[in-house]
């Protein structure tokens, strides 16, 4: 069966940084690219980072850049999203999603598969 399970979420000050895992079961994911949306409460789910097949190509949203870093560890089969001097906008479900082509996609429709989300929470 295959399944993404995102894991690293929390609670943190404004500032403060986590790091998000995206483990798979049934599959590797060094086949698939990779990226991790948010979504917040009542708003879209939008693209936040992605990493190719090959690891190639990585993508940030301009809200992100410079503060994330996605990365793969191909030997645990899991995909990172160190996240620093997080802001309280960053407040948000985080979602991870494989898609088959090596390519990035800020769309929802581009990916085949994806994990349950894990909450984070950026307050003071």
């Given at each position: ?41 009542g708003k ?70 994806w994990g ?9």
């Open positions: 069966q295959v399944q993404l399970v995102e894991s690293g979420g929390g609670l943190v000050q404004p500032g403060g940084s986590l790091r998000l895992s995206c483990a798979a079961s049934g599959f590797t994911l060094d086949s698939y690219s990779i990226g991790w949306f948010r979504q917040a409460p879209e789910r939008e693209g936040v980072s992605c990493i190719s097949r090959s690891s190639g190509i990585t993508y940030y949203a301009d809200s992100v850049k410079g503060r994330f870093t996605i990365s793969r560890d191909n030997a645990k089969n899991t995909v990172d999203l160190q996240m620093n001097s997080l802001k309280p906008e960053d407040t948000a479900v985080y979602y991870c999603a494989a898609r088959k082509y090596n390519s990035c996609s800020t769309s929802v429709r581009g990916y085949d598969y349950q989300g894990t909450q984070v929470t950026v307050s003071s």
